[in-house]
């Protein structure tokens, strides 16, 4: 089975927590602060895999954690970082964010390492606070949750060779007639729901992957016949091959199918419309299909064509069919396709996390938000339950300007203010003790 599309949810480790302790050692009756760093959380890492073909063990499984760092110990010891997660997916996987539809990558290369969601760093132990005039902090932070993502992966073939034509035109059969692929045939339209890949030799040294895209219609770029998702893949593939039935059987007429099925490739890309197409009429080994052959070969060469008789069930004329690829393919540069436009290493910017970059926002009479990655990432490695911690926390957020920007906003006495998942009860300076 091929699945092409896919949504998890995906969260990377969460900082350590720093440590509160003290040197407790004979003969040094003051020993100074001394609780370590905790150790960083793992990252989620999406990785190219060019052994892998199909996106179907993530049906199963749709929520993946990455390693908690561990907390820091006495005597400035560090916690050990948490463990990467790494999930690896076919190549020419795209990285799409569920919540926005943004694309944050496409693997369009083999080995192609993506850092999808960040693990927080480990909070600092209270060794890491002393000063001149505070030598003996007791208080630690916590460590910085990491990231959480929601993301849908999409799978586009990577193909050498992409079989286009209406259904049961014989694209399945010729599939199977030159290469170890086997999918299902049969003579009704769409026998082929999911795309099959087929490797095709030429010779001990050539090869090419062939892609058997499912049977197309009219409207197929707007969706019809599940058409705009098989036409995804048409775009990964270098040279399209355009199967005609000329049998005569099915009452279509070959030359409106093919300029139908070339007219809904404008209308979802102008980039597939451009690629290099070869025309191959199939079925002559039915009464008079030879002889439409004939006709339309002289058609269509005459605007440029490359063509071919065969047969998929005789194997006559197939050979021919496939060197000629072969040839093709071998003169075309052995490029990667261009990957789409997107994030190919995903960065933070350093000033993303700057607290001073923040914003409030009045979302109720008595109730505000502020929002800054930067503050709120200082909120939740805060220890609200240390005395010490939370007036650190709230000297910070006076010098940065926050406590203004609240009273400017029209914050009163017993508002609330959120800051990321914490939570506070407002209250004057006057009113404080």
Do not use: C, W
């Amino acid at each position: 089975m091929f699945v092409d599309e896919v949504e998890i949810k995906v969260k990377a480790g969460d900082g350590g927590n720093g440590a509160v302790a003290f040197r407790r050692e004979k003969y040094v009756p003051r020993g100074g602060p001394a609780g370590g760093d905790g150790g960083h959380g793992g990252a989620v890492i999406i990785l190219a895999d060019s052994k892998l073909t199909t996106l179907l063990d993530y049906r199963y499984k749709r929520s993946y954690k990455a390693g908690r760092g561990g907390n820091g110990g006495t005597s400035n010891m560090t916690g050990a970082d948490g463990d990467d997660l790494i999930l690896s997916v076919p190549v020419g996987t795209l990285v799409f964010d569920a919540e926005n539809g943004e694309l944050l990558a496409d693997l369009a290369e083999e080995g192609t390492r993506i850092i999808i969601a960040a693990g927080g760093r480990g909070g600092r132990g209270n060794a890491r606070f002393t000063s001149p005039t505070h030598q003996t902090p007791r208080f630690a932070e916590n460590g910085e949750p990491g990231e959480e993502k929601s993301l849908k992966l999409e799978l586009k073939l990577l193909a050498d060779a992409g079989l286009l034509g209406f259904p049961s035109v014989g694209k399945s059969s010729l599939i199977a007639r030159v290469s170890a692929a086997r999918p299902k045939i049969a003579d009704y339209p769409f026998t082929t729901l999911v795309p099959n890949l087929g490797v095709v030799r030429i010779d001990a040294e050539r090869s090419f992957i062939m892609a058997d895209i499912p049977g197309l219609i009219v409207g197929a770029h707007a969706g019809a016949g599940l058409g705009d998702r098989f036409l995804r893949h048409v775009e990964r593939t270098r040279i399209l091959v355009h199967i005609l039935d000329v049998s005569g059987l099915t009452g279509r007429d070959p030359e409106e199918d093919f300029h139908a099925i070339n007219r809904e490739l404008e209308l979802y890309s102008s980039r597939l419309a451009r690629l290099p197409q070869v025309v191959v009429f199939n079925k002559i080994d039915l009464p008079g299909a030879r002889e439409t052959a004939d006709r339309l070969s002289k058609i269509f060469q005459e605007k440029g064509y490359k063509t071919f008789a065969i047969s998929a069930v005789t194997g006559e004329g197939i050979k021919e069919l496939i060197y000629h690829l072969g040839d093709e393919l071998s003169r075309m540069a052995k490029e990667a396709p261009a990957p789409e436009p997107s994030a190919q290493v995903l960065r933070i910017s350093p000033e993303s996390y700057d607290p001073r970059h923040f914003e409030i926002e009045r979302v109720d009479e008595h109730e505000f938000v502020v929002k800054g990655r930067g503050i709120e990432r200082s909120a939740a490695m805060t220890d609200m339950s240390n005395e010490d911690a939370v007036r650190r926390f709230h000297r910070r957020i006076e010098r940065l300007g926050i406590i203004d920007a609240l009273k400017a906003a029209g914050v009163e006495d017993g508002d609330t203010v959120h800051i990321g998942r914490t939570e506070f009860d407002y209250m004057a300076e006057d009113d404080v003790e």
